[in-house]
């Protein structure tokens, strides 16, 4: 079976605009995380989506879907996210297997529930590639040059950027194959994850990539908030 997997486990502290985690914040006529999980539902290979917000939101995050999504509450499930987003992830494929069964076939589709513009394309190359490799993630090429710095004040490298790229979500595994790299990591090692791929790089578990666009961007500042407005026809907030 496949799963959607939408990580909204954050409080968004860098949008600093309103009182709340920024996926539930509005975008045009309803809240980002709604158009995140709409897009989803487009998918008819998604046997379900599972959603992981903090606990203090579960709540919430069930009215939204209840107000909103009516027709496919059924298969949306909520569940209390984890101290990280590998962590989110974790108690999601607990909540996947305790109601789906454990099975080397499962598959999970991970999203930031803030990038509100993917694809179709995207979901449904990553669900095949996924099928095939095991683990994949979205990129989109690096535009700019890369400029690596060691102490933030002087250049160290400027790698070749043809080989540089600015990695997205979806991120999608074989279940399995996730929980054994993750329980074969060290607490060290787990402290360096900055994504669910690091799990598989730290391992040297190979990686598919599926290409992105620069338009499946993250909502992550108050600048990307104006923008998304814009991309959706909405009213610019200052």
């Known amino acids: 079976m496949i799963f959607g997997a939408i990580l909204a486990g954050g409080i968004g502290s860098r949008m600093r605009i309103v009182d709340m985690p920024k996926q539930f914040m509005p975008l045009g006529d309803k809240p980002i995380i709604m158009h995140t999980l709409e897009k989803f539902l487009t998918c008819n290979q998604l046997d379900a989506t599972f959603v992981g917000v903090h606990p ?13 999504l009516p027709h496919a509450k059924d298969n949306i499930f909520v569940v209390a996210g984890g101290n ?15 109601k789906y069964g454990e099975n080397d076939e499962h ?26 490799y095991g683990a994949v993630d979205t990129v989109s090429p690096a535009i700019d040059t890369i400029v690596v710095s060691e102490n933030g004040e002087f250049i160290t490298d400027i790698p070749e950027r043809t080989k540089m790229y600015q ?71 200052d």
């Open 107 to 132: 598959i999970i589709v991970t999203h930031d529930s803030v990038r509100p513009f993917v694809s179709l394309r995207m979901i449904e190359e990553n669900i095949a590639a996924a099928k095939e």
């Open 167 to 237: 990695g997205q979500t979806p991120q999608s595994f074989k279940i399995t194959l996730l929980k054994e790299l993750y329980a074969s990591l060290s607490e060290d090692e787990k402290k360096i994850l900055t994504d669910a791929c690091k799990i598989c790089a730290v391992r040297n578990h190979p990686v598919f990539l599926v290409n992105g666009s620069v338009t499946n961007m993250k909502i992550t500042t108050p600048g990307d908030y104006k923008i998304a407005e814009a991309m959706v026809g909405g009213n610019l907030i």
């Open 84 to 98: 990280d987003r590998n962590g989110t992830i974790m108690n999601i494929i607990a909540a996947i297997e305790e």
């Open 56 to 68: 203090d939101w579960v709540g919430y995050m069930n009215d939204l879907v209840a107000k909103h």
